[in-house]
């Protein structure tokens, strides 16, 4: 059984940072791309960041570019959210996700975690 769990959110004030965390498990993931969607309150869900196990490329949402960075651990089979400068707008539900392709579609993952929280405050 796949198995997406996040871990990492809280309450942070603007200009603060964090790291969210997504362990994998239950197949392969090595010819999948792990991304981060979020969805803000009375907003629909929208792509972060992606990155491919293999080889490492990576993709970003311009609202975070230069901001947040996406990371893989192949060995513990997780990926990392490090979000930095950190705004209100941030504030939002963050969801991991696997899927065959680099996209920032999310009708072309296959796998989703539950969700975590995380909460700017201004």
């Known amino acids: 059984q796949v198995q997406l769990v996040e871990s990492g959110g809280g309450l942070v004030q603007a200009g603060g940072s964090l790291r969210l965390s997504c362990a994998a498990s239950?197949?392969?993931?090595?010819?999948?791309?792990m991304g981060w969607f979020r969805q803000a309150p009375g907003k629909e869900r929208e792509f972060v960041a992606v990155?491919?196990?293999?080889?490492?490329?990576?993709y970003y949402a311009d609202s975070v570019k230069g901001r947040f960075t996406i990371s893989g651990d192949n060995a513990k089979n997780t990926v990392y959210l490090q979000m930095n400068s950190l705004k209100p707008e941030d504030t939002a539900v963050y969801y991991c996700a696997a899927g065959t392709l680099l996209s920032d579609y999310e009708r072309r993952y296959d796998y989703w975690g539950q969700g975590t929280q995380v909460t700017v405050s201004s």
């Open positions: 239950g197949r392969t993931f090595s010819s999948y791309a």
């Open positions: 990155i491919r196990w293999s080889g490492g490329a990576t």
